[in-house]
């Protein structure tokens, strides 16, 4: 991930990558509910 190389060790730093992690992991739910209801 370009965010980890660019900027220094920091707790913000971790925060940030969490956050992006979180949000990757909502995306995908999205996607998997809306492939499920296609299904039905």
Request: hydrophobic letters at 40%; glycine letters at 2%.
């Amino acid at each position: 991930m370009a965010l980890n190389e660019w900027l220094p060790g920091s707790r913000e730093k971790e925060l940030a990558l969490t956050l992006c992690e979180q949000s990757t992991f909502w995306a995908n739910a999205t996607v998997a509910r809306r492939i499920k209801e296609a299904d039905n």
